[in-house]
Structures are given as C-alpha cells and as structure tokens.
C-alpha cells in the first residue's frame, strides 16, 4: 500500500471531532452545508423562541373567522377563528421535532444494522441484506398511511415509530457498503489483531470513521421524516388537532383556503416546510459529498470465495500429506515459536494459489530471524498464516505454529485475542495506515494495553511515555493525530505499540520499506536495541538480504513458498550454498563498505498458482541439473543449524530416495 493511500482523510476525519467544530469547518468547506445551516438556524430559533413572536395560543378560538392579515394578526386566522402565526411558530416544533427523532431513531436502527451486518459478515450479513431489501421494496407512504391509521390511537409516538420503521433500511444499506470497505482497511485488521473486542472495535475504531456518513444518513431520515409526518397530517392521519406544519395544510385544505382567497394559510405552512426539506437535504447532499461512501456488494463474492477456498483447503492439504517420502516433524519443544509443514495460500478468480508450501521454520527464544526473498514468494502470507492473521481470501490449509508449547492455529477466537498482542505482536508490511486517523496516538497506545487489562490512568501514561522513549520519540508527540506525524514517526508508533505489552515474540513485516534509508537505519537500530533489553524474539521480513544479515542471528532464505536455504547469519555471509541465495547476496548492496555494480537475478519466481513438480528455481538456476526439474530437493542439514533445498547439496539418500524415473536419468547422466 502506498505512503498516499494510508494518508487519514482529513475532510472525513474532520466530521468526528467535536460537533461545534465540524460544523464550522462544514460551513467552511461547502456553501451548500451553509446555506442548509442558515436555514435550519433560522427555523430552530423561531420554533424556539416562539412566546416571544405571538402572545396567542395557538389553540385559542377566541378570534373573529378568517381575518386577513394585519398588525395583530401578521398571517390572519383560520376558518374557527385560530391565529395564524402562533400556529407556525408552535407548529414548527412539533414537526421539528418529528423530524429530529425521526431521524435519530431511523438513523440509529440503520447505523446498527448496516455496520453490524458488515462487521460479521458471513449468514448473518446475507440475512441482514436481504431483510434490508425487502424493507427497501416496499412502498413507502402506502404502507405509512395502513400503519398509521391502525395506531391512530396510539398518539404521535406511534407516528413516530411508523415513520422510524419505515426509513432506517437505506441508511443501512449505505452504511453497510462503507463500513464493508472500512472492515478491510488496515488499521481494523490491527485493532483486531491487538485483541479488541467487535464493540471496541465497531465505537471507538469503526464508528468514528462513519461518523460523515451516519451524519448524512441523518439529514436524510429526518426530511423522510418530516415530509412524512406532514404528508399523513395533510390527508388527516394522527392527531391533526395538534397544531404542526402538517395538521395547519389539512384544515387549510378541508376549508378551500385557496379558494376563498385566504392563500397565506396555505403558503406559511407549505414554505416552512419546503424550507425545513431544503436544509435537510442541503445538509445531506453536502456531508455526503465529503463522505463520499462507496458502495460494494462483497457479500456475494465473499460467501463464492469461502466456497472454493474449503475445496482449495482439502486439495492442499491432501497434496501436503499424501506427498511421497515427506518426513512428519514434531514441533520443537525447545523453540518459542515452532511452525511445522505449514500450507497456506489464497482463492482467487484465476484459481488457488499456494503461497506458502509445506514450511517448517523455529525462531528460539530472544533470537532474531531473519526471513528473506523476492516479492512475491509468500514471506508475509508465511507471517501472517504463522500468526493467525491471515484475512479472507487467505487459508491455512494445514500445518501447525506452535508458540510456547500452544498451536495457534487450534485456538478459540477468545484465546487467541487473549495471547495477541501479549504473547506476541505483528508489525504489518504498510504499518502507517493501521493507525486510526481519528484517535491521537496517545488513545491507540491505551487502547492496546486496556483490550489487555491494563486501565490504570497513571500506569498507561507511564508507559505511553517509556514505549516512546524506547522508539525514539518525543513524549510531545503522545497527544497528536497520526496525519502530523512522518512517515518514520508513524512507523515508531506502530512499533511501540507492538511492545506496548512485552510479547515474547515480535514479527515485523518489512517493516522499514517505505522508509528513506536513514530513517530506516535509526529505527532498525532502535528495534535491536530494544530486543537486547527486552529479550524478545523477532523475526523480521524483507527482501533485502544484506541488510538482515547485518542484523539477524539466523536468516532463512523463501522462495516459491518454500524455504530454501538456513543458516546462521555469518554463515549465510560467508558461505551461502543455494544457488538462489548465492545470486540473492549479490543482489542487494551493502549497508557499508564500498560500492559495487549490483545483478538482479534474471527471469522470474514461478506462478504460486502452479503445482511444481521439481526444483521451483531451475529456470534460473545457472547450476541446473536434469534432476533438478524432475524431483523437488528437500531440505538437509548439512551443518549445525544449516539446511539447503538443492539438488547440488543433496544427500545420497536424498538422490535414492528419487522416483524411478529419475533414478533413470541420474544413471544415464
Ligand atoms: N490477497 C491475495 N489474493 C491472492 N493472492 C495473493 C494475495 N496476497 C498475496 N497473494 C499472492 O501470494 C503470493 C505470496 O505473496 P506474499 O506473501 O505477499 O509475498 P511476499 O511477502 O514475499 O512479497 C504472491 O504470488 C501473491 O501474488
Ligand atoms: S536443485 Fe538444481 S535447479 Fe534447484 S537450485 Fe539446486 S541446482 Fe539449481
Ligand atoms: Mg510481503
């Protein structure tokens, strides 16, 4: 992801600060906002202040019948002798107020179905869209008038609720969309991935981020809600004899106020609400703008995705376990995370992808693994499949990752949000955008210790400022939104974050890569400071070879989803073996020391949607063999703590244990 697109939205986040501020920037930024504003102020206020325009009760018959206007009556009276003007103004507050519950109500059914469809996903959001069809099908003000007029004695909360029930399903459906695009941005995987709860997550991460939309969606139910009202007072639905805009167009209507000249009567109550409409939709239109949502239907897709991807599931994980001559390794018991024959790939519309193929890999306690490989060759898919964090379209299809004696992979959800973050944290590959734009800094450092226990004011404070200290940071910076941070800043954040809790077990997925190679040096530093203080284990990712062996105690070289090669760092330095790590070495410059004319590795990995039968590098490979496309090498250890997956290294019972076939070729060769 790029450093543009985790940028925070600065005119969405604007909208979930402080109401009083959003307003005025809204005015700012949009004439249409303004316009809406003004002309909801002004009818606010003179609903409002209503005693101080008239002395009359609106109610009152104590005037002559259908007087013009005048300096006592500005608007005339009704045919039974009621004042015009008193009626407006104490009109205004009733369907004013129709409109503001209306709207709140409609708005809050629609915001909770349309983000909880989106947050669970799966049956339960097919359940939810379909209903919010069949609510959206039906006609509206038809089904209005037969509600209503079977409450018509249930008074105006049943007007209320009618309309309310009436006019949640759109808000929820555009709330539904965006919140689906929200689910999958970064900064909600981490929350999760930190071991927030669905209700922390859907406040304090997702809502703020909707809050432009629920606003919108808002204005909408609320003019729903008042030309509803007034449509259903207008042909004598409810209580007309509850003064409002509505009620005041029946009786204007039932006495042929236009006929007999009396127009005034009609016109004050008509405009007032056309006025009231204006703003609301004004308002809509304008916060909408700026919202901008999005729709997307993944429903769908995701329910065919999660069909093919159990075929995929069943597929590898047979492939992975009929394979011929495949030794089963237990996990070991001395290492803090031991990953054993793990598969894990992707579904995709050209097919399944395999990206990550029978890996067995152990990070020791307090050691720093080094992972290295081209893009591509499935370092973030092993990662992420590793920690449990792998999203849909991804699978692990089979394989265990043993972290202190505890297969991940077979936890509860409860547990696993439990040893998250504490047991061991992950620091995402475009890490910038798994910030929240709309929580300073501060709340996201809280909220990763508080989803863990933590909740002592001074201790979170305490802490917030040693985790800085540790990555290198102002302690001014705690109280800033992450949009006034750099990108290296940014990068220090999620770090301390990552050790907010001390895992045990740190996995940085490239972590510095978007990063100037100053920035990156600092904040590699700092991590291997605070490892050596913490004695946390790490394993890092990158495609740059030179740099992890400067840094690792051991590096294990991927390739086509498989590991290639592993060594001890000095070893890999001085005497790699693969032919792939061979050219991999001399790809990349030093960090020090003089420079030199850099090779890239000609061609290209192969496809991960492919089953390779033999060696996946033999297309590049200088030291091709005919074997080496015939049969895939394992890896044997040829050394204390050095594997290698190549034919030129193989043992002889390696080459025995190869098919007929190519016994074949071997005693022809
Ligand atoms: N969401 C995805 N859907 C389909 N294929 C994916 C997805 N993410 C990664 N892949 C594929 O998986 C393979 C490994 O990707 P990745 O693990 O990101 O590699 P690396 O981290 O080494 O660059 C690549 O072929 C990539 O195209
Ligand atoms: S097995 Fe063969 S093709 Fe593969 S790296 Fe070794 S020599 Fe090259
Ligand atoms: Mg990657």
Not at 199 to 214: H, K, T, V
Not at 459 to 482: H, Q, T
Not at 529 to 543: E, F, Q
């Amino acid at each position: 992801m790029s450093a543009a697109a985790s940028a925070p939205r600065p005119r969405l986040a604007a909208l979930g600060r402080r109401p009083l501020d959003a307003l005025g920037s809204l005015m700012r930024r949009s004439p249409k906002a303004a316009a809406g504003i003004v002309i909801l102020l002004v009818l606010s206020l003179m609903a409002i202040s209503a005693p101080l325009w008239t002395s009359y009760d609106p109610t009152s018959l104590a005037f002559k019948s259908m007087l013009t206007p005048s300096r006592l009556h500005p608007l005339g009276t009704t045919f039974v002798g009621q004042d015009i003007l008193s009626q407006l103004l104490y009109g205004a507050r009733f369907t004013m107020l129709i409109g503001l519950l209306t709207g709140l109500i409609a708005t809050l059914i629609g915001t909770a179905v349309g983000i909880s469809a989106a947050y669970f996903g799966g049956r339960f959001d097919e359940i939810v869209n379909g209903i919010i069809n069949v609510v959206l099908v039906l006609p509206g003000f038809p089904l209005l008038i037969v509600a209503a007029a079977l409450l018509e004695n249930a008074g105006d909360w049943a007007i209320i609720i009618v309309i309310s029930l009436t006019g949640w399903a759109w808000g929820a459906r555009v709330l539904r969309a965006q919140a689906m695009t929200l689910r999958r941005r970064d900064f909600i995987d981490a929350a999760v991935s930190t071991g927030e709860g669905p209700g922390r997550i859907i406040f304090r991460e997702m809502l703020p981020n909707l809050s432009g939309i629920i606003a919108a969606n808002f204005f909408g139910t609320a003019l729903y809600g008042v030309l509803s009202e007034s449509g259903l007072k207008f042909i004598g639905v409810g209580d007309v004899t509850q003064p409002s805009w509505g009620s005041m167009l029946y009786w204007a209507a039932g006495h042929t106020a236009l006929l007999k000249g009396a127009w005034w009567w009609v016109m004050a109550p008509g405009l007032c609400i056309a006025l009231l409409g204006t703003s609301f939709a004004l308002l809509n239109f304008a916060i909408d703008e700026i919202a901008n949502p999005k729709a997307a239907n993944a429903g769908r897709l995701r329910a065919a995705r999660r069909g093919k991807g159990r075929v995929l599931a069943s597929q590898s994980a047979a492939q992975t376990l009929t394979r011929p001559n495949m030794k089963i390794q237990p996990p070991n018991p001395a290492a803090l995370l031991s990953v054993r024959h793990l598969t894990a790939g992707y579904q995709t519309p050209q097919g399944p992808v395999r990206a990550v193929r029978n890996v067995s890999l152990d990070v020791m306690p307090g050691e720093f693994l080094g992972l290295a490989g081209e893009s591509g060759c499935g370092k973030s898919t092993l990662a992420f499949a590793a920690t449990r964090l792998l999203a849909e379209p991804g699978e692990v299809f089979s394989g265990q990752s043993v972290l202190e004696g505890v297969d991940l992979l077979t936890l509860s959800e409860s547990e696993l949000r439990r040893r998250r973050w504490k047991d061991y944290s992950m620091v995402f590959q475009a890490s910038m955008n798994v910030l929240n734009p709309v929580l300073r800094v501060r709340e996201q450092l809280y909220d990763a210790m508080q989803a863990h226990g933590v909740t002592d004011k001074a201790k979170l404070d305490a802490r917030a400022r040693e985790l800085f200290g540790l990555v290198g940071i102002r302690e001014s910076y705690l109280d800033v939104y992450p949009h006034q941070l750099s990108g290296g800043m940014k990068q220090r954040v999620v770090i301390a974050i990552a050790l907010a809790l001390e895992p045990k077990l740190v996995v940085l997925d490239e972590p510095t890569t978007a990063l100037d190679v100053v920035v990156q040096r600092q904040i590699l530093e700092e991590i291997q400071a605070v490892r050596r203080r913490l004695g946390i284990g790490i394993v890092m990712i990158t495609h740059d070879l030179s740099l992890l062996t400067e840094m690792s105690d051991r590096i294990a070289i991927m390739y086509a989803g498989e590991i290639v090669e592993e060594a001890p760092s000095s070893v890999l330095q001085s005497a790699p073996l693969h032919p792939y790590t061979r050219r991999l070495m001399t790809a990349f410059p030093p960090l020090g020391g003089e420079r030199t004319r850099r090779e890239g590795i000609p061609g290209r990995p192969p496809s991960l949607a492919l089953d390779l039968t033999g060696c996946p590098f033999a297309e590049r490979c200088d030291s091709v063999m005919p074997i080496c496309s015939l049969q895939k090498p394992v890896l044997s250890d040829l050394s204390p703590g050095h594997r290698v997956a190549c034919f030129l290294h193989a043992s002889p019972e390696q080459l025995t244990l190869a098919k007929p076939e190519v016994n074949h070729v071997l005693a022809s060769d």
